[in-house]
């Protein structure tokens, strides 16, 4: 029997700060162009909103598919699935600070596509299987069974600039509050 994945095991190991995403604070935006769940591609460079929420993650895992061997070991990488099904639930708060999230993951389009239908997500999730934020702005990634992954991590850019930076992010499923607690303070 499968795990529910809308859930977070009580005994998943909390990520350290592995010091890899500390040169993003401050960076332009690069101009990208990827695949997207809600529009065909979205152009990273006519968001019109003061805040974008880029949150990176792993994967969401597929209802009654088995994980990556060992997934729930490696620190930071379970809670894909709550994470975003949080950020959907509050979308609403997000739009009252003029802010929108999107996901970020490595993940295909395909599988994006059915995820954010079968979880009802309603905000965009965009699929990087080429890694062109990697290349650009050197977001941090594991690999796993000969697979790249970015790991967790969360960015508001504001006018094409990279304002904050949440790295590590646990538990996932309550990284939405800390990001709507610093739009309170900051805006």
């Not at 010091?19 to 809600?38: D, E």
Request: charge should be positive; include cysteine; hydrophobic fraction near 35%.
């Amino acid at each position: 029997m499968s795990e529910d994945l809308t859930k977070l095991p009580f005994y998943l190991p909390k990520p350290e700060d592995d010091r890899r995403a500390n040169h993003l604070l401050g960076r332009q935006m690069p101009k990208i162009v990827l695949p997207s769940t809600k529009t065909s591609f979205l152009d990273f460079s006519k968001i019109a909103k003061k805040y974008v929420i880029l949150y990176f993650f792993p994967m969401m895992g597929m209802p009654g598919k088995e994980l990556p061997s060992g997934w729930n070991e490696i620190p930071g990488a379970r809670g894909c699935t709550p994470q975003n099904i949080t950020f959907s639930e509050n979308n609403d708060s997000l739009k009252k600070f003029n802010a929108v999230s999107i996901g970020v993951s490595s993940q295909s389009i395909y599988d994006l596509e059915q995820l954010s239908s079968i979880r009802k997500l309603s905000q965009e999730i965009v699929s990087d299987n080429k890694l062109e934020f990697q290349k650009n702005l050197n977001i941090p990634i594991f690999e796993i069974e000969d697979k790249i992954m970015y790991k967790r991590l969360t960015l508001i850019v504001k006018d094409s600039k990279i304002i904050k930076v949440f790295y590590p992010v646990f538990p996932p499923d309550k990284h939405i509050f800390e990001i709507l607690e610093w739009l309170k303070k900051n805006d």
